[in-house]
């Protein structure tokens, strides 16, 4: 008996290729969505990694400096050029600032540059606030110091010096490691725009270094003094009393005494909103030399102080203060930057480039606080 059997051309139907093919897209939307959701928690994570970055790197230098404010030279400050015609003294500031140092004046009316100078509102408004600046002196700690005057003047030692009967100059040996340096130990020679620190066992004087030869450091009033630190002529200048230039009678001092030199740093933190326009910047500044930018990019630099009166001995005034000098009214006392014993420090960083995600920058921001170790100390004893 005769049989017959059906069959078709081999494929699919157009049913089984439809389903198939939606199957297909579905995987595939499925897989392409977990890609995407990948390379964006890798973006958000990446611009995290990059605002925090720049957040460690400038708060890390900027607490260091904080903490070697006022080494050596002391919570007092250091004694400044006072009288009639003395001119102000610059201050390192954000570009196209023009800032002067605040000064405070003593019991004894001396002029003092504050170790510890606040700059409250002084550098450029970013988002809609403005940010402050402060300016930290310090002894470079890689710097021996010179001894005036020397123990044999015919044959001084490395470190030993001579001022010059006017106080504009100092003579050392050819030899000097001020002069000529030391790399063994890491120590640069003296420049042009150095600063020196002179301390006496009762007073101090800052000086710029305007120029240099063999066996010489000179310190002129000339354009190269930018601070104008070095004023001659001024009525009350402290080297020329601690040279007995211009001894005031309660307080003589013989030009034998001795005086020791220090290499002093001032550094200065600010904003530049500036140099890359629309990218701030936390910036660096060594005395008036090339400004070193840290980090960005910086949307905030908030500083504030904890202060301690030196009349009301050991009380801390409770709230954190931003402008100096202030005056409470209700206590009646008035604060100064003399009296700075703890900074309190915020700074607010956003990534360099927009977040995919959000469309919009990653931030972050630290607080932290910092005992200024050398301004630390507080007599718990008022005496009379």
Same mark, same amino acid.
């Given at each position: 008996m005769a049989t017959s059997t059906t069959s078709r051309e081999s494929g699919f139907t157009i049913t089984e290729l439809l389903v198939t093919t939606t199957i297909m897209m579905l995987v595939m939307s499925g897989a392409l969505t977990t890609f995407r959701n990948a390379l964006t928690i890798n973006d958000s994570a990446s611009q995290l990694a990059d605002a925090n970055q720049n957040l460690r790197a400038g708060t890390n230098q900027l607490i260091r400096d904080l903490m070697m404010a006022g080494r050596i030279i002391g919570a007092e400050g250091i004694s400044m050029p006072s009288g009639a015609g003395v001119v102000a003294f610059n201050r390192p500031g954000p570009p196209g600032s023009s800032l002067t140092f605040p000064l405070i004046v003593d019991a004894?009316?001396?002029?003092? *540059?504050?170790? *510890?100078?606040?700059?409250?509102?002084?550098?450029?408004?970013?988002?809609g606030s403005a940010t402050d600046t402060v300016t930290i002196m310090t002894i470079d700690e890689f710097t021996p110091t010179i001894s005036t005057p020397p123990t044999n003047a015919a044959a001084p030692t490395v470190t030993e010096a001579t001022i010059a009967p006017d106080g504009q100059s100092l003579t050392l040996p050819a030899t000097s490691l001020w002069l000529a340096g030391d790399a063994v130990n890491d120590t640069q020679p003296i420049q042009v725009g150095d600063l020196v620190f002179f301390k006496s066992p009762t007073a101090n004087a800052i000086q710029t270094v305007t120029s240099k030869d063999a066996t010489h450091i000179y310190f002129a009033s000339d354009a190269h003094d930018w601070f104008h630190f070095n004023q001659p002529n001024a009525p009350v200048r402290p080297l020329a009393i601690m040279k007995g230039l211009a001894v005031p009678a309660a307080d003589p001092w013989p030009s034998t005494s001795p005086v020791t030199l220090f290499r002093a740093l001032m550094i200065t933190y600010y904003v530049d909103n500036t140099?890359?326009?629309?990218?701030?910047?936390?910036?660096?500044?060594?005395?008036?030399?090339?400004? $070193?930018? *840290?980090?960005?990019?910086?949307?905030?630099?908030? *500083?504030?102080?904890?202060?301690?009166?030196?009349?009301? %001995?050991?009380?801390?005034?409770?709230?954190?203060?931003?402008?100096?000098?202030?005056?409470?009214?209700?206590?009646?006392?008035?604060?100064?930057? %003399? $009296?700075?014993?703890?900074? %309190?420090?915020?700074?607010?960083?956003?990534?360099?480039?927009?977040?995919?995600?959000?469309?919009?920058?990653?931030? %972050?921001?630290?607080?932290t606080s910092v005992a200024v170790r050398s301004l630390a100390s507080v007599d718990r004893y008022k005496t009379q």
């Open positions: 004894d009316t001396t002029l003092n *540059l504050p170790s *510890l100078s606040t700059g409250f509102g002084l550098g450029p408004v970013i988002t140099t890359v326009a629309g990218t701030p910047r936390l910036t660096r500044v060594v005395n008036h030399l090339t400004p $070193q930018a *840290l980090a960005g990019v910086v949307e905030d630099l908030d *500083l504030t102080y904890d202060l301690v009166s030196g009349e009301t %001995n050991p009380v801390t005034y409770a709230t954190a203060i931003t402008s100096l000098p202030y005056t409470d009214a209700v206590a009646g006392v008035t604060y100064n930057s %003399n $009296q700075v014993r703890k900074v %309190n420090i915020h700074v607010g960083v956003r990534s360099e480039v927009l977040s995919k995600p959000a469309q919009d920058f990653v931030r %972050n921001h630290i607080s």
